[in-house]
């Protein structure tokens, strides 16, 4: 006999199913009977599952079917089509284990899922005699009950992958949780080797010394880069995006020329080629357009041809503040285009592997949280060009700065650049 768990299962399982109330009424028309149900029989216990009571009788889903209880055949009824259409003359109605009372007429066919589980009854029945004994009926009848077993089948499925991908997400949130952790605590032992690395290049005599220190300074402060990667990534997953701190830059051009400045230190051999020229106010997160700035110059050097110079501008049209980044080089896959701003994407035909792939997913999360866009072309015969454009804003216009080649200062850490 089935419990009431499984009984409330089975019920909360059709009622998801929207067709199911148009199926009882569809039977109830076709057959001119006029109680329809979705029911379990288990010995002499008839249990509905879904029901629609045209006779008034007050019968609802989770209740006995007292009218059908002293019906036999429960085998038969569980097994295959059963049809009775008057019972007082049917000779399987007068025996003496099956008397019928009320009941005059009765079609019922099994409801029986892929897997050949038995899950129910569809079955229609009234007290007047009716006449359902025909080829045809059944055939509809049956077709019904095995679209009731193929939305079942169905609803389980999405069930499944639901709770499938649920599982995904929590665990999906569990491992950006113990990244960002992760990449948290890394940071103090970190800060000291930077710290002592730094410390070192200042008192060690020897050059070939010196050189040691100076690459644990240049590893440390890579060490750095990838851990801000880290903490944005999940920062933005975990938060809902990439917070920012937005206010007037009156001078943004000083902004990403200390940006270039400090990639032309750290790769001497490199040629980067500028034009800054905004003239405007840029409402914006410096330190965030910043970092735009020096993820795609850096993925410039990286897949960039060796001999081949890399340009940057920023100018303002009016209306947006447009940065581009162009590169010579080994031009990206079309079909990689759309993906290039997936979390963890790498360059496949770069030779260069470094990095964890999340700078330029990164960025493109920076944009949005600016309310902008970045795009990306690239063709073997142009080269690769990521363009940024931010919107201004009402804002004013600045007195006019050109500069046409980088500036000659010392160059500024920026505070994203910067341990500690």
């Excluded at 889903?61 to 009824?77: A, C, H, K, S, Y």
């Excluded at 569990?174 to 990244?179: K, M, P, T, V, W």
């Excluded at 009016?318 to 079909?335: S, Y």
């Excluded at 970045?374 to 931010?390: A, D, H, N, P, W």
């Amino acid at each position: 006999m089935d419990n009431s768990e499984d009984t409330a299962r089975a019920i909360a399982a059709l009622c998801r199913i929207d067709s199911v109330p148009t199926v009882l009424n569809v039977v109830c028309e076709i057959t001119g009977m006029r109680l329809c149900a979705v029911a379990r029989v288990s010995g002499r216990t008839w249990t509905a599952l879904a029901i629609r009571d045209g006779l008034c009788l007050g019968f609802a889903p989770g209740e006995r079917l007292t009218l059908l209880e002293d019906v036999g055949f429960e085998d038969r009824i569980s097994l295959g089509p059963f049809v009775i259409e008057h019972a007082s003359v049917d000779p399987l109605s007068t025996t003496p284990h099956s008397p019928i009372r009320r009941l005059q007429s009765l079609i019922s066919v099994p409801i029986i899922l892929s897997s050949g589980r038995y899950f129910g009854i569809l079955c229609a029945l009234d007290t007047h005699a009716v006449e359902v004994r025909d080829p045809r009926m059944m055939s509809t009848f049956k077709e019904f009950a095995a679209l009731i077993a193929l939305q079942l089948e169905q609803q389980s499925v999405r069930e499944q992958e639901k709770t499938a991908l649920l599982d995904e997400r929590a665990s999906g949130e569990l491992r950006e949780q113990f990244i960002a952790i992760l990449g948290h605590d890394l940071r103090n032992p970190l800060q000291a080797i930077y710290a002592s690395s730094g410390l070192l290049q200042r008192l060690l005599v020897h050059p070939a010394h010196a050189q040691i220190a100076a690459r644990i300074t240049t590893n440390a402060r890579r060490m750095s880069s990838l851990i801000d990667d880290v903490l944005d990534f999940a920062r933005g997953r975990l938060g809902g995006g990439i917070g920012l701190e937005l206010t007037e830059v009156e001078n943004i051009n000083t902004g990403l020329t200390t940006v270039i400045q400090e990639l032309r230190d750290a790769q001497p051999d490199c040629q980067i080629l500028a034009n800054i020229n905004v003239s405007r106010t840029v409402r914006c997160d410096l330190g965030r357009l910043q970092q735009v700035a020096s993820n795609l110059l850096g993925n410039a050097l990286t897949h960039g041809l060796p001999d081949s110079p890399i340009k940057i501008s920023a100018s303002d049209d009016g209306h947006d503040l447009v940065l581009e980044v162009w590169n010579a080089g080994v031009p990206i896959p079309v079909q990689s285009l759309s993906k290039i701003f997936e979390p963890f994407w790498r360059h496949a035909i770069s030779p260069s592997r470094n990095g964890l792939g999340l700078g330029l997913h990164i960025c493109a999360q920076i944009v949005r949280a600016h309310e902008g866009q970045i795009t990306v072309t690239s063709t073997r015969e142009k080269g690769t060009k990521f363009t940024v454009r931010l919107p201004l804003g009402l804002v004013q216009p600045m007195p006019q700065i050109a500069l046409h080649t980088i500036a000659a200062h010392p160059p500024i850490q920026t505070s994203r650049q910067a341990l500690g």
